[in-house]
């Protein structure tokens, strides 16, 4: 078996587990899996990696570092079969690079990065959506506007001619109880949803907390190591 057709057939393994689980979970959370997307999260893995990710019907991607994402995205044979989603922390002079690639981004927590991604995507003539990333740490360490602030932010984002507010991201705290923040966040999405409907996904939940993010009503799920195995440096 050739090295390619090794790692496809471990990627479709992986694959074919991490899909149990989220039907598992629908399952028990009374949901229908197809309101559940799957983002690979691809970061420090190849762009062959990705391709073989496509093939096997994988249809959005996570990257969280602009230098490597940026190489990458334009190496992919697959790019028009998959939403490529932005998920790490961003600073606001990567936001023209970060948008002529990304289609979604995820980690939107502050008022200048709003402003940002706005004139980026006006100058390029581009509109991604945009995901208000929320902190469930205490203190916040990990990015994301406290819970209270979210709601603001969203309004912001709405405003942005050249930006489509789709709705919330948040990370679980490090040794917390995901189960409490995910519900947490599930009250937060449900007050931005009240102002504006069109704001429905929730990113929330990853290899570890998938099933606790599915409970409380995660749309879309970071899964990287569940998926592609332990971290590579990406050469």
């Known amino acids: 078996m050739s090295s ?3 790692r496809r057939a471990e990627l479709e393994r992986n694959l074919a587990t991490v899909r149990a689980r989220v039907e598992a979970a629908c ?3 009374r949901r229908d899996p197809s309101e559940v997307s799957l983002v690979a999260v691809t970061k420090f893995f190849p762009a062959s990696d990705v391709d073989l990710l496509a093939e ?3 249809g959005a991607i996570g990257e969280n570092r602009d230098q490597e994402a940026s190489v990458k995205v334009a190496e992919l044979r697959s790019r028009g079969d998959l939403e490529v989603h932005f998920i790490g922390q961003l600073q606001t002079n990567k936001a023209s690079s970060v948008v002529s690639y990304a289609d979604v981004v995820q980690s939107v927590d502050r008022p200048k990065l709003v402003a940002a991604l706005d004139r980026a995507a006006a100058a390029r003539g581009v509109r991604p959506a945009v995901l208000v990333q929320v902190s469930l740490d205490e203190p916040p360490d990990r990015g994301g506007v406290e819970p209270g602030g979210a709601a603001a932010l969203a309004d912001q984002a709405a405003a942005c001619e050249h930006l489509e507010l ?3 991201m948040a990370v679980a705290p490090l040794g917390g109880d995901p189960d409490a923040a995910f519900a947490r966040l599930a009250e937060v999405a449900r007050g931005i949803r009240e102002a504006h409907p069109e704001a429905s996904w929730v990113s929330a939940g990853m290899s570890g907390d998938l099933e ?3 409970a409380h009503g995660a749309t879309h799920l970071r899964v990287g190591s569940a998926i592609l195995g332990s971290r590579q440096s990406h050469r």
């Open 212 to 214: 606790a993010a599915v």
């Open 27 to 29: 399952d028990l959370a």
């Open 56 to 58: 096997l019907g994988v």
């Open 4 to 6: 390619d057709a090794g």
């Open 166 to 168: 789709r709705g919330v």
